[in-house]
């Protein structure tokens, strides 16, 4: 029986858990700094497999009583005590520096591969170049989800992930087999990439672009069916491709432009996790999935207007509610005392 730790409470992190405690595996998460604990169980789960060529594909749904785990922690010692066969990180990109710090610190306890699902380009460079002793694997993973109240979950597999590591050795490779084996047992598209490094690039361009509709709160289809913010969304792809062509990211740069479009397009109209957070007035991953292109065009000096002003608008709205927040905390702390 697999012994699987997942750090992260979120949509995904609960269809991982879920899915693999269906395939007879031990399932402890971990929530991210002890705050996110996802009190109420998902009673349905629908997975929505869209193919590369069309806008649609199978609709997969399960129901159930509940995601029963065979733990829940909120600390890292006690939690990597466990002793998994594998190890996920399944949070979003402004908590995994704080993950990887804390892994970092607890590493004499790390015994199995560790994946980390990104979202961003560079933010856990760091953990992955340390070593640690074990293998740590990149996983790109393009979905969507929607979570309708707290209850039902809708998953969107856009199209085929990939998984892969910095230095393939033997031990890599199998553990990369290890993971994929699970991974697609549990419903989750997944391929051995052995070029991660430029899946990555390419993900966390689709991410920037994408991030131009947390500025008007809508879905991908509608800001790519009008004209203004379809115009800056391409003039992101535009600064990302060069970047990523004078950094040897990007190969064929036309191509890429033209991939990176049409993945857009095939994105149904639900709002990302972006959205939403801007929606529920919730600090954004915008910083994290941003900022390392804005270091990467200062490098190589190439000018980013577009990229650099989503970037100075969620970067005042971040300070923003995370000012907000403090002072709200505050506040009720003064008022219970």
């Given at each position: ?83 998994f066969d594998q190890l996920y990180v399944c949070s979003k990109t402004v908590s995994n520096q704080y993950i990887c710090r804390q892994l970092s610190r607890y590493k004499y306890r790390l015994r ?100 131009v509709c947390g500025l008007i709160r809508t879905g991908v289809q509608t800001a790519m069916s009008n004209i203004g913010s379809r115009t800056v969304i391409q003039s992101i792809i535009d600064e ?98």
């Amino acid at each position: 029986m697999l012994r699987i730790g997942i750090i992260g409470t979120g949509a995904v992190a609960c269809y991982l858990a879920y899915q693999c405690k269906k395939q007879g595996c031990q399932v402890f998460l971990l929530s991210s700094r002890g705050i996110r604990n996802q009190a109420h169980p998902i009673r349905q789960i629908r997975q929505i497999l869209l193919s590369d060529n069309e806008n649609h594909g199978q609709v997969v749904s399960e129901n159930s009583d509940s995601i029963i785990i065979d733990g829940h922690f909120t600390d890292y010692a006690d939690f990597l005590s466990k002793d998994f066969d594998q190890l996920y990180v399944c949070s979003k990109t402004v908590s995994n520096q704080y993950i990887c710090r804390q892994l970092s610190r607890y590493k004499y306890r790390l015994r199995s591969p560790v994946v980390i699902f990104q979202n961003g380009f560079a933010t856990e460079q760091p953990f992955i170049d340390e070593k640690l002793g074990v293998t740590v694997i990149r996983g790109v993973l393009n979905f969507s989800v929607v979570l309708h109240g707290k209850q039902n979950l809708k998953v969107m597999f856009l199209k085929t992930s990939y998984l892969g590591c910095v230095e393939l050795t033997e031990q890599a490779e199998a553990d990369i087999l290890a993971v994929l084996d699970l991974l697609n047992q549990a419903g989750i598209p997944f391929e051995d990439c052995e070029d991660i490094i430029h899946k990555v690039f390419a993900k966390n361009t689709l991410n920037a672009a994408a991030s131009v509709c947390g500025l008007i709160r809508t879905g991908v289809q509608t800001a790519m069916s009008n004209i203004g913010s379809r115009t800056v969304i391409q003039s992101i792809i535009d600064e990302c491709t060069a970047i990523g062509e004078k950094t040897g990211y990007v190969k064929d740069s036309e191509h890429f432009r033209h991939q990176s479009t049409g993945y857009l397009l095939s994105i149904p109209d639900v709002n990302s996790s972006l959205v939403l957070d801007v929606i529920n007035g919730r600090e954004t991953e915008a910083d994290t999935l941003l900022a390392s292109f804005i270091e990467l065009s200062q490098r190589v000096n190439i000018a980013t207007p577009n990229l650099e002003f989503v970037y100075r608008y969620f970067d005042f709205y971040n300070t923003y509610i995370t000012q907000s927040q403090t002072f709200a905390n505050t506040i009720l702390v003064e008022g219970d005392a």
